[in-house]
């Protein structure tokens, strides 16, 4: 399985930026899905997931209102479109399917987002 994400760069804050993450060797359309990222220094932490349907979508408080998950099943994809950007933002932001313990995933590359004030 792989996750190939994209689409980070740096931007002021109160910008827009939209992440993909395309993902092969896995049936995605049967996947829950999920965005994490990992601020510097920091642990690793889940910011939104999506179930198989799009009817059943967490955020995490830190980024709920201005974020949002979606999926196209046809194109094995992934993405989160950022807005309102905030400093504390800044993190590599990485795409995954749950998984239960000791049989995850490995994570892809991710793809870094800096924010600048």
């Known amino acids: 399985v792989r996750f190939v994400e994209s689409g980070g760069g740096l931007v002021y804050s109160g910008g827009s930026l939209r992440l993909s993450c395309v993902v092969s060797?896995?049936?995605?359309?049967?996947?829950?899905m999920d965005w994490w990222r990992q601020p510097p220094g920091q642990e690793r932490d889940l910011i939104a997931r999506?179930?198989?349907?799009?009817?059943?979508?967490y955020y995490d408080s830190s980024v709920k209102g201005r974020f949002t998950i979606s999926r196209d099943d046809s194109k094995n994809t992934l993405y989160l479109q950022m807005t309102a950007l905030k400093t504390n933002d800044t993190a590599v932001y990485y795409c995954?399917?749950?998984?239960?313990?000791?049989?995850?995933?490995?994570w892809g590359q991710g793809t870094r987002v800096t924010v600048f004030s």
């Open positions: 060797g896995l049936d995605f359309r049967r996947y829950t």
């Open positions: 999506t179930s198989q349907e799009e009817d059943r979508i």
């Open positions: 995954s399917s749950p998984r239960p313990a000791g049989q995850e995933f490995r």
